[in-house]
């Protein structure tokens, strides 16, 4: 009865205590599952704008949405902990010892302390006791206590009776806590053994702490931030094996790599200056993605010829015809490590340094590795994003093509076991280069050397990480042509030359979605699709087939998930949908006709025969965003204390390619870019009020409402209220040439007092007059425009600038209609003030 007492109460104060944060933000969003603190740092200062309401001059008498106030939030420390199963070690037999291994994880937004007992509970014919053993530091082993480790299971430390309280750990830092559990002498084969470290109700995660023995908790570090708005947070889990099975514990790391960006130097020839970028992800599998029957567990060091420590170490030799251009990018807790050996010694073997060698041209291979006293090893379930890797095409001759082939590995050992090494190569999604057709694992890193010349077997042509040679990874291979010999551009309808803000890979044309009238502030939206006209040019020196595919925008969240983009030529269409990060052909989709004939959907649209040396052609393209999209004059919750301006249209990147492999893929050296841009509006209001004395009292002494501002204001009888209404056109403006802008025309302001949520021309107290009273000659607008004025209730009486004490004799609408057009960026101003009766 009392666990079922404290389950509740942990629920209900769990949930409680997520809305009290999601309030403390000023923002309203979606309760699911709790988001955890991430990225934001405590103390950083975020700003919050709300909409308000004005018409879509492309859609005259439809009302859309714009800003209205902004707010300003201050990032609480926010506590947060998660407990997870690392992996069992052992035979559960009687007599036996289990070792039951667990991560525990920092997922606040600030460093923080555990506190961890040295206490766990089990179920079955098991007890928390036994000898573990003696870690490489030739330490006493442990009878009987948990130990824990922030090495990454390099060494273990016993914890004494009362339990510990650790160190500061870092954002997203570990800690590992092994159990050893003894099978009793009685056990029967099939009996099923757990182990729980931690006490929360069904192994929630980073729940608020009710205080019992065995919790697992967060402890303030009592830095300046002060302690977490959240409280104190714990977590449990739990793990098993049946009695009779040897336990496999293994950490399933997988290495992803891309080539995220290419710069021909801006010259057509040589080759030899061309510039390519590689992203590099490493991800740790939380569940068996291979179906072998391990325990996934989290990923720690291996010893590697560079200061004495273990470490994780992700590699990526400089590929053949190429050098390093620069300093590659590592994310936070990572650092570069250098080394000269020869690619045909294998990474973990290399004799590395993190002092770069005098000239960059002699580096073979980068790596990154993991700050121990950061980072000590990577849980399940975690994807570490942000390196980044520079090359130069110096060894490339010709006019192509060239192929530039490069493979990335990881390598480290099993927490907990640092006996169980682990490799992995990119290109494929198996982890630890799993050989899925003879359900084995390697013992050893691949042998073979990383600059490959000639060509490579197995290749991830996509650059998407989809190749199929699990067993030694797949090749990144990018081909080089020279500018000229083939050739293609693409921009806006009849300027396939446009330039763009950089170069002419990010030309543009900008469209407005219409929007519903009455869209409440912070609301979302359906627009239907919007449709645009490009045109792509032939400039190289033969005729040649142009095929079209969208491609994710530079930064993947600008562009809707669900987003559904069609591509069509004449009697051709294909449709794709944008999953977060990649198109996704959908197929039989767009099916189109020629000659009255059907066809089936092309992937990717191909425009053929374009003529040489100039030869354009003109396409379609469709962009339907999906339900649940924000307006581009808002702001967004993305968690607890976070928000995010949008302020901007979303992009959607459309290549132009020739296809010199005819594989349909993007990975030919001739490419043009040209970004088709959806606005979800693009007018956005900031309304803001001050108090004026009129004939009324002073403002007391320090009062801040006689300043514009967005916040609540007093007023006494015969005060004057300003209102100010700034109005901006927040989309791109012309950069570069040819690109496509959107300029507001025909705006009308509306300011009805007597229409929900405005009350500014009613008798709200039923004292027989209205509240407040027109000052006559105040309405202005700070631009040209006609200011029109609006009597009764409702406001549909056109009448004067005159001032009176009922809805008939007083302006109770404002219309101002703004003369011609306001460009991008342009803001303007309008004013009226109302007398408080």
């Known amino acids: ?86 992996g069992i070690a052992g035979t559960a037999s009687p007599g036996q010892t289990l070792i039951y291994t667990y991560t525990v994880t920092n997922v606040g937004n600030d460093l923080t302390k555990f506190q961890i007992p040295n206490l766990a509970t089990t179920t079955g014919p098991a007890t928390v006791s036994g000898v573990l053993p003696v870690d490489k530091t030739g330490a006493t082993p442990s009878s009987g206590n948990l130990q824990y480790s922030t090495d990454g299971g390099a060494t273990w430390t016993n914890i004494p009776a009362g339990g510990l309280t650790t160190g500061a750990i870092a954002v997203n830092g570990t800690v590992l806590v092994r159990v050893p559990v003894t099978v009793q002498a009685g056990a029967q084969t099939g009996d099923i053994i757990t182990a729980r470290l931690g006490q929360t109700p069904g192994d929630a995660q980073n729940q608020p702490r009710i205080a019992d023995g065995g919790d697992v908790y967060t402890v303030d570090n009592g830095n300046a931030a002060g302690a977490s708005i959240n409280g104190v947070r714990e977590a449990s889990a739990t793990q098993q094996i049946p009695v009779g099975n040897t336990a ?53 060091g291996t010893t590697i ?70 980072i000590t090893s990577v849980a ?62 390697p013992t050893t890193p691949d042998a073979g050397s990383d600059r490959v010349t000639p060509t490579p077997a197995n290749t991830d042509t996509a650059n998407n990480n989809t190749g199929t040679n699990s067993s030694t990874g797949d090749y990144n291979v990018t081909t080089l042509t020279a500018v000229g010999a ?81 591509v069509s030529y004449q009697g051709l269409s294909a449709a794709y949908k944008y999953d977060g990060t990649n198109f996704i052909f959908v197929p039989g989709s767009g099916a189109g006709t020629v000659g009255g004939n059907a066809i089936s959907a092309t992937n990717p649209v191909r425009i053929d025969a374009v003529p040489a040396n100039g030869g354009k052609a003109n396409y379609g393209v469709s962009v339907d965003l999906p339900a649940g999209t924000p307006l581009s004059t808002d702001t967004i919750a993305q968690g607890a204390a976070v928000t995010t301006t949008i302020q901007r249209g979303f992009p959607t990147p459309i290549t132009a390619f020739i296809d010199s492999n005819n594989n349909g893929l993007l990975d030919d050296a001739a490419t043009n870019i040209s970004i088709d841009r959806v606005y979800t509006g693009f007018l956005q209001l900031l309304k803001e009020s001050r108090v004026l004395q009129g004939t009324g ?69 039923n004292n027989n007059q209205i509240d407040t009273s027109n000052i006559v000659s105040s309405a202005k607008d700070s631009g040209t425009s006609t200011i029109q004025f609006f009597s009764g209730n409702p406001a549909t009486n056109s009448g004067n600038d005159q001032t009176g004490t009922t809805t008939n004799t007083d302006v109770t609408k404002y219309l101002d209609a703004v003369t011609g057009q306001v460009a991008p960026t342009v803001q303007r101003t309008f004013t009226f003030q109302r007398k408080v009766n």
């Open 248 to 300: 496999k514990s293994r950490a399933l790391a997988t290495i992803l790599k891309t080539k995220t960006a290419y710069d021909n130097a801006g010259t057509s020839t040589p080759l030899t200056d061309d510039l390519l970028t590689y992203g590099l992800s490493l991800r740790v599998e939380a569940n068996d993605v291979t179906n072998s029957g391990v325990t996934p567990t989290a990923l720690a």
């Open 1 to 86: 009865m009392i666990k079922q007492n404290k389950s509740v109460n942990k629920q209900r104060k769990s949930y409680q205590s997520l809305v009290a944060t999601a309030l403390l933000t000023g923002s309203f969003f979606q309760f699911v599952a709790p988001v955890l603190a991430d990225g934001t740092t405590a103390g950083t200062s975020i700003s919050n704008t709300a909409t308000a309401t004005y018409e879509d001059p492309n859609s005259p008498g439809s009302p859309i949405n714009s800003t209205s106030n902004t707010v300003t939030v201050t990032v609480a420390e926010v506590a947060g902990i998660t407990v997870t199963g690392s």
């Open 380 to 441: 399940t379930g975690t994807t570490v994003s942000g390196f980044s890797i520079q090359v130069k095409t110096t060894g490339a001759s010709g006019n192509g093509p060239v192929n530039i082939y490069n493979i990335a590995q990881v390598a480290g050992t099993t927490a907990g076991d640092p006996t169980t090494k682990i490799y992995d190569n990119s290109g494929d999604q198996n982890p630890d280069n799993f050989n899925s057709t003879g359900a084995t694992f």
């Open 486 to 566: 083939i050739s293609v551009l693409n921009g806006p309808n009849g300027v396939p030359d446009a330039v763009g803000p950089t170069n002419n890979n990010d030309d543009f044309t900008n469209k407005s979605a219409l929007i519903p009238p009455n869209s409440a502030p912070g609301s979302t939206v359906d627009p239907a699709g919007v449709s645009f006209t490009n045109t792509v040019q032939n400039t190289g020196i033969s005729p040649a087939n142009i095929s079209l595919l969208p491609t994710p925008p530079a930064i993947t969240t600008d562009l809707p998930t669900n987003t559904v983009v069609t």
């Open 305 to 374: 010829t560079l200061d004495g420590v273990a470490h994780i170490l992700v590699s990526d030799a400089i590929p053949a015809n190429t050098v390093l251009n620069s300093t590659p990018v590592a994310p936070s807790g990572w650092k570069v490590v250098y080394t000269t050996t020869a690619t045909s010694t294998n990474a973990e073997a290399a004799t590395w340094s993190y002092t770069p060698p005098a000239s960059l041209s002699s580096v073979t291979r980068i790596g990154f590795v993991n700050d121990p006293s950061l």
């Open 697 to 765: 009292p002073a403002l007391p002494a320090g009062s801040t409402d006689g300043t514009f501002s967005t916040t609540v204001k007093k007023a006494a009888p015969a005060n004057i209220i300003e209102y100010r209404i700034t109005y901006r056109n927040i989309s791109t403006p012309q950069v570069g040439s040819g690109n496509v802008i959107l300029n507001a025309d025909k705006i009308v302001i509306a300011e009805d007092g007597t229409q929900a949520p405005n009350n500014w021309a009613k008798d709200n107290d």
